[in-house]
C-alpha cells in the first residue's frame, strides 16, 4: 500500500493564481482531511469528508474547496491565492474518524 | 469551541533521562486525546491515543495520562533517546470530526 499520496511536493504560487492539491489514499478509508501547518503552529482543519459525496468545513475553510467523488480521491482547490495562504498543507486519511489518522508527506505551498 | 494549550514549547532533556509534556483543553465533552510526533520535515505519525474513560495508558517507552477533572493530560517518555528528538504534538476532539491541535513542543535529547 502507498498510503496517502500528495502531489506536488512544493509549489510557489503568485498572488491570485489557482491550483488544485491531490491527495490518494489507497486504504479505503472513508474519512479524509485537509490540514494547514503555520510555521511553530499545531494543525488547523480546512475541509473534512466522511465518505464519497459528503465534505464539510473545518476550523479554517476560507479560501479553500474540496471535492469527493470517490473514496480515494480528496482535492483541495485554492482559488485567488493569497500570502495568507503560504503554508504547508497535509492530507490525512482514517478508517475511524478521528482515530489513527494517516498523514500525506504535505505540500510545502508558498504564495509571493 | 476547544482550545489546547501546550507547554512547554521547547524541551531539553539528557539522553536517558524522562521528557513530560502537558496539554489542557477547555471542552469538557472532548473525548479522544491522541499524541503525534513530527520529524523534522517528515509527516505527523501517532505514537498514543487515550480516551476519556481511561486515566492512563503506556506502550514500552511512551504513557499518556489523563485528569478529566483537571482537564489535562501529558505524554510521558523514560529511558530517552536521540531517535525521540522531534516535535510533538497533543490534540482534543470537538464535535463533526475535528481534532484541536495544540501547538507542539520541540523535545531535544542531548547527548
Known amino acids: 500500500n502507498a498510503g496517502v499520496t500528495q502531489t506536488p511536493k512544493f509549489r510557489i504560487l503568485k498572488i491570485g493564481q489557482s491550483m488544485t492539491l491531490q491527495c490518494a489514499q489507497d486504504?479505503?478509508?472513508?474519512?479524509m482531511y485537509w490540514y494547514r501547518q503555520d510555521p511553530g503552529m499545531g494543525l488547523k482543519l480546512i475541509y473534512y469528508?466522511?465518505?464519497?459525496?459528503?465534505?464539510d468545513k473545518g476550523e479554517v475553510p476560507n479560501g479553500y474547496n474540496v471535492s469527493r467523488s470517490t473514496t480515494e480521491d480528496f482535492p483541495l482547490r485554492l482559488e485567488l491565492a493569497a500570502p495568507s495562504q503560504t503554508s504547508v498543507y497535509f492530507c490525512?486519511?482514517?478508517?475511524?474518524?478521528?482515530?489513527?489518522?494517516?498523514f500525506g508527506s504535505g505540500t510545502q505551498l508558498s504564495v509571493l | 469551541g476547544e482550545n489546547v494549550e501546550q507547554h512547554p514549547s521547547t524541551l531539553s532533556v539528557q539522553e536517558g533521562d524522562s521528557a513530560v509534556i502537558k496539554c489542557t483543553y477547555s471542552?469538557?465533552?472532548?473525548?479522544?486525546f491522541p499524541w503525534y510526533k513530527q520529524e523534522l520535515g517528515k509527516r505527523p505519525q501517532l505514537i498514543i491515543d487515550i480516551r476519556s474513560n481511561v486515566g492512563e495508558k503506556k506502550d514500552q517507552r511512551i504513557a499518556v495520562t489523563l485528569n478529566k477533572t483537571a482537564k489535562h493530560f501529558s505524554l510521558h517518555i523514560t529511558e530517552t533517546q536521540p531517535e525521540d528528538s522531534a516535535v510533538y504534538f497533543c490534540?482534543?476532539?470537538?464535535?463533526?470530526?475535528?481534532?484541536?491541535w495544540g501547538a507542539g513542543t520541540k523535545l531535544i535529547i542531548k547527548p
Open positions: 490534540a482534543a476532539s470537538e464535535a463533526n470530526y475535528q481534532l484541536i
Open positions: 486504504m479505503n478509508h472513508n474519512y
Open positions: 471542552d469538557s465533552a472532548s473525548n479522544y
Open positions: 490525512a486519511s482514517s478508517n475511524s474518524g478521528l482515530e489513527k489518522l494517516f
Open positions: 469528508s466522511v465518505g464519497a459525496g459528503i465534505t
